[in-house]
């Protein structure tokens, strides 16, 4: 009887819990975000500039998700490829996470959406390439304070009913439903469409659901085997390993030709990531994912090919940039990453408040934002909408501002392709004279050549940095300082 109570009042705290969210993750304002003509944009590679060939004036342009603003130089453009990404946001209403009666991640998930956001981007130039927009991404509704606040107040009224009825009521999403999907009529046509499915196979990966491969519950379920449990805070060292558990583990064959790394002590080693590019052998994969369903890959575009005997590896580098605080040191190292097509993006952001790192202009970064609180959408239909996985307004944030524990991210489609990124950025990584250490490493072999785990159990070896115990180091959470 006494069980039953706690679990009574463990229900209601959750309800009170989602109505304070809906008004503190909601029911915000939208303030603008200011980016000059006059210096050039970085995104995930991509540069772009502002300033129109006919204009010498020094003005500052105000960017905002509405056509009269793009108007000069290729702002659209990079409006276009921001929108792209894949925006991923708490959400509320979704079935409870393994091991809590949590209905949401709101106010403690953000760094596992930010994980979701840098591991959607590496899917997305595995399935489409670098190239690939978003064929409705400038169709966007602005984030303006009308729509905010009144989806926040549907919300805030729906969880008020539900609370005090004691029944579960649909959220409103307030998005309009997606048109049927027509048969193409041309090669270009085709071609769209078939990266359109792959789009929504990739956004399906990620939904609110114990059964999505790449979703909240599944991270939250691979997380309590490390000790962390749904309502705690993930650093971005833990979310790395989480990621890298999460993509080895999915068993749809379209996830059958990528897998992930996650470096040791700052420390990526070579023979490792080209064991990680040779796939396993053609009875393992079938045996592992027999019972998957089925999924676009065999129709893949030959720009996301990858060989037969071979599968593409996302490289996760968990890092400390500094020690309370970034080093101005590496900012411009931040940048000098930015700019790589196969960068992947930056999870971290400031001091509990995670961020998924994307881009910068001049001495600001250019972020993703996670704390929003958006309804659940079912991925399980044909048709969901799309809308709410895509955000058409970006935040930028000083470079001291960034908090220095952070995990950086690579994509790399082929031993070959690996060899070409560790050398391009082994000379980015070239200490200057004002730094003693470089961000990470790249070293020849297998981490287990340096003795790095001896003596230590499996679960141990999980751990974020496993550190050779004759070293003289010292950690600041789930990380090592040299």
């Given at each position: 009887m006494e069980n039953k109570g706690s679990d009574e009042v463990e229900k209601l705290k959750t309800k009170f819990l989602s109505v304070w969210h809906n008004v503190k993750y909601s029911w915000a304002l939208k303030s603008k975000t200011s980016f000059s003509r006059n210096s050039p944009v970085l995104l995930l590679g991509k540069c772009y500039h502002f300033k129109a060939e006919d204009d010498n004036r020094l003005t500052e342009a105000c960017y905002e998700a509405s056509e009269e603003d793009f108007?000069?130089?290729?702002?659209?453009?990079?409006?276009?490829?921001?929108?792209?990404?894949?925006?991923?946001?708490?959400?509320?209403?979704?079935?409870p996470l393994p091991g809590s009666t949590l209905t949401s991640d709101c106010g403690w998930g953000c760094m596992l959406r930010a994980g979701q956001m840098m591991l959607a981007q590496a899917l997305t130039l595995h399935f489409l390439g670098?190239?690939?927009?978003?064929?409705?991404?400038?169709?966007?509704?602005?984030?303006?304070?009308?729509?905010?606040?009144?989806?926040?107040?549907?919300?805030?009224?729906?969880?008020?009913?539900?609370?005090?009825?004691?029944?579960?009521?649909?959220?409103?999403?307030?998005?309009?439903?997606?048109?049927?999907?027509?048969?193409?009529?041309s090669a270009e046509e085709a071609d769209a469409h078939l990266k359109e499915m792959y789009h929504r196979t990739l956004v399906s990966w990620f939904g609110d659901s114990p059964s999505a491969q790449l979703g909240l519950h599944r991270l939250v379920r691979l997380g309590l085997t490390m000790g962390r449990q749904a309502g705690d805070w993930y650093g971005p060292a833990v979310v790395a390993h989480i990621l890298r558990k999460a993509v080895e583990?999915?068993?749809?064959?379209?996830?059958?030709?990528?897998?992930?790394?996650?470096?040791?002590?700052?420390?990526?080693?070579?023979?490792?990531?080209?064991?990680?590019?040779?796939?396993?052998?053609?009875?393992?994969?079938?045996?592992?994912?027999?019972?998957?369903?089925?999924?676009?890959?065999?129709?893949?575009?030959?720009?996301?090919?990858?060989?037969?005997?071979?599968?593409?590896?996302?490289?996760?580098?968990?890092?400390?940039?500094?020690?309370?605080?970034t080093n101005p040191d590496y900012f411009d190292f931040a940048k000098s990453i930015l700019s790589l097509e196969y960068c992947i993006g930056i999870i971290g952001g400031k001091p509990k408040q995670a961020c998924y790192f994307v881009g910068f202009q001049d001495d600001s970064l250019i972020y993703m934002d996670p704390h929003y609180c958006q309804s659940f959408v079912d991925v399980s239909t044909s048709d969901f909408p799309l809308q709410s996985y895509h955000c058409p307004s970006p935040k930028k944030m000083p470079f001291s501002k960034?908090?220095?524990?952070?995990?950086?991210?690579?994509?790399?489609?082929?031993?070959?392709?690996?060899?070409?990124i560790s050398q391009e950025l082994s000379k980015v990584l070239q200490p200057s004279a004002k730094e003693k250490y470089p961000a990470f490493t790249f070293v020849q072999g297998h981490g287990r050549d340096y003795d790095l785990s001896a003596g230590l159990t499996p679960e141990k070896r999980e751990w974020p940095f496993i550190r050779d115990p004759r070293r003289t180091v010292t950690t600041a959470g789930d990380f090592v300082l040299l």
């Amino acid at each position: 009887m006494e069980n039953k109570g706690s679990d009574e009042v463990e229900k209601l705290k959750t309800k009170f819990l989602s109505v304070w969210h809906n008004v503190k993750y909601s029911w915000a304002l939208k303030s603008k975000t200011s980016f000059s003509r006059n210096s050039p944009v970085l995104l995930l590679g991509k540069c772009y500039h502002f300033k129109a060939e006919d204009d010498n004036r020094l003005t500052e342009a105000c960017y905002e998700a509405s056509e009269e603003d793009f108007v000069m130089g290729n702002v659209e453009a990079f409006r276009k490829d921001f929108a792209s990404r894949v925006w991923l946001t708490y959400r509320e209403e979704f079935s409870p996470l393994p091991g809590s009666t949590l209905t949401s991640d709101c106010g403690w998930g953000c760094m596992l959406r930010a994980g979701q956001m840098m591991l959607a981007q590496a899917l997305t130039l595995h399935f489409l390439g670098r190239d690939w927009t978003w064929s409705e991404a400038l169709t966007l509704q602005a984030l303006d304070t009308e729509t905010w606040t009144t989806t926040a107040a549907k919300r805030l009224v729906a969880s008020l009913e539900s609370s005090m009825q004691g029944s579960h009521k649909p959220p409103d999403p307030g998005l309009p439903p997606m048109p049927q999907a027509q048969t193409p009529r041309s090669a270009e046509e085709a071609d769209a469409h078939l990266k359109e499915m792959y789009h929504r196979t990739l956004v399906s990966w990620f939904g609110d659901s114990p059964s999505a491969q790449l979703g909240l519950h599944r991270l939250v379920r691979l997380g309590l085997t490390m000790g962390r449990q749904a309502g705690d805070w993930y650093g971005p060292a833990v979310v790395a390993h989480i990621l890298r558990k999460a993509v080895e583990e999915a068993m749809d064959p379209g996830l059958a030709g990528i897998t992930a790394y996650v470096s040791q002590d700052c420390t990526v080693y070579s023979a490792d990531v080209i064991d990680s590019h040779r796939a396993p052998t053609a009875g393992q994969a079938s045996a592992e994912r027999s019972d998957a369903p089925p999924s676009p890959q065999n129709n893949q575009p030959a720009s996301a090919s990858t060989l037969p005997d071979s599968r593409a590896v996302i490289i996760l580098i968990p890092v400390r940039l500094g020690g309370e605080k970034t080093n101005p040191d590496y900012f411009d190292f931040a940048k000098s990453i930015l700019s790589l097509e196969y960068c992947i993006g930056i999870i971290g952001g400031k001091p509990k408040q995670a961020c998924y790192f994307v881009g910068f202009q001049d001495d600001s970064l250019i972020y993703m934002d996670p704390h929003y609180c958006q309804s659940f959408v079912d991925v399980s239909t044909s048709d969901f909408p799309l809308q709410s996985y895509h955000c058409p307004s970006p935040k930028k944030m000083p470079f001291s501002k960034m908090d220095p524990s952070c995990t950086i991210g690579f994509y790399s489609r082929s031993i070959q392709d690996y060899e070409r990124i560790s050398q391009e950025l082994s000379k980015v990584l070239q200490p200057s004279a004002k730094e003693k250490y470089p961000a990470f490493t790249f070293v020849q072999g297998h981490g287990r050549d340096y003795d790095l785990s001896a003596g230590l159990t499996p679960e141990k070896r999980e751990w974020p940095f496993i550190r050779d115990p004759r070293r003289t180091v010292t950690t600041a959470g789930d990380f090592v300082l040299l």
